[in-house]
């Protein structure tokens, strides 16, 4: 079993910056796909980013693309997303996901056999 905890949520104004963490706990994810999903209130949970094992490749849903970047540090069992730019519609509930198998539709949430608790990220426009 992997455990997930988000961190680094919070309000902020338009335009700042917001730094999310995701550590994992019970085994090494060194070899899992990660990502990071977010839903809004009233809305469907939706892909935002996903990072293969190696970290060499990184793919974005279209509306963060540009202004979130996602990282990891497998040394430490942790996944980041920077967020840049943050505009209000980026308003959720962010969290991190992991897929112990190599499934190739990393932007479907059925794939991933491990998520966090989430971490709230309001933007105020």
């Known amino acids: 079993q992997v455990q997930l905890v988000e961190s680094g949520g919070g309000l902020v104004q338009a335009g700042a910056s917001l730094r999310l963490s995701c550590a994992a706990s019970?085994?090494?994810?060194?070899?899992?796909?990660m990502a990071w999903f977010r839903q809004a209130p009233g809305k469907e949970r939706e892909f935002v980013a996903a990072i293969r094992s190696s970290g060499s490749s990184t793919y974005y849903a279209d509306s963060v693309k540009g202004r979130f970047t996602c990282s990891r540090e497998n040394a430490k069992n942790t996944v980041f997303l920077q967020m840049n730019s943050l505009k209000s519609e980026d308003t959720a509930v962010y969290y991190c996901?992991?897929?112990?198998?190599?499934?190739?539709?990393?932007?479907?949430?059925?794939?991933?056999?491990?998520w966090g608790q989430g971490t709230q990220v309001t933007v105020s426009s």
């Open positions: 019970g085994r090494s994810i060194g070899t899992y796909t």
């Open positions: 996901a992991a897929d112990r198998a190599y499934n190739g539709a990393y932007y479907e949430s059925r794939i991933y056999d491990f």
